[in-house]
Each structure stands twice: as C-alpha cells, then as structure tokens.
C-alpha cells in the first residue's frame, strides 16, 4: 500500500479544534466519484467551476478530497499554502497529458 504524501503548511491552521502543521494526501487513491463529488460540493456552495486545469476551487477541493477534509478546511489556509495545494492537484493532472 502507498504511502500518502505529506505537504508541511507554511503556516499552521486549525482544523477541527486542532493545529495542523502538515496535511496528509493522496491523490492516487481518487476515483471519478471522488472528482464528481468535490464539484458538486463547490455547485452546493453557489461556486461555478470553470476550466477544470485552471480552476482553483476546482484544485483545492479535490485536494480536499485527498486529505479527507472538507473544503472549507482549504480556505483556512494562508495564501501560500492554499496556492501551492493547488498547483500539486493541477500538476499531478497535467503530469501525464500530451502537451
């Protein structure tokens, strides 16, 4: 079984009543259920996706996915680290694509 990656946060949120230093994810793991779902969360909360490699809502609650989290979990992240959650989902997708 792989391991889940670990992304240190720049600066610690509290997440559930706890602070957090570091998220846990894995992206491998992710089905078409878990990519449907993280969408229509984000349609739940009135925010339209757009382009799926360039959308960030679209990034960082897949990235929510990953972890196990909610996504409004992502948006207690500093700028920086919510930034950089997203561009790891955006180029785990592109990684393998034909450009």
């Given at each position: 079984e792989k391991k889940m990656d670990t992304y240190k946060l720049k600066k610690p949120v509290v997440i559930d009543g706890k602070e957090t230093t570091e998220l846990k994810y894995d992206l491998d793991r992710l089905g078409g259920k878990d990519i449907q779902d993280a969408?229509?969360?984000?349609?739940?909360?009135?925010?339209?996706?757009?382009?799926?490699?360039?959308?960030?809502?679209?990034?960082?609650?897949?990235?929510?996915?990953?972890?196990g989290l909610?996504?409004?979990?992502?948006?207690?992240?500093?700028?920086?680290?919510?930034?950089?959650?997203?561009?790891?989902?955006?180029d785990f997708f592109l990684e393998d694509s034909e450009v």
């Open positions: 969408i229509n969360e984000l349609h739940r909360d009135g925010i339209a996706v757009g382009a799926l490699e360039l959308d960030s809502n679209y990034h960082a609650a897949v990235f929510a996915k990953a972890c909610a996504y409004a979990d992502m948006l207690l992240l500093s700028a920086k680290d919510y930034t950089k959650v997203c561009l790891i989902v955006r």
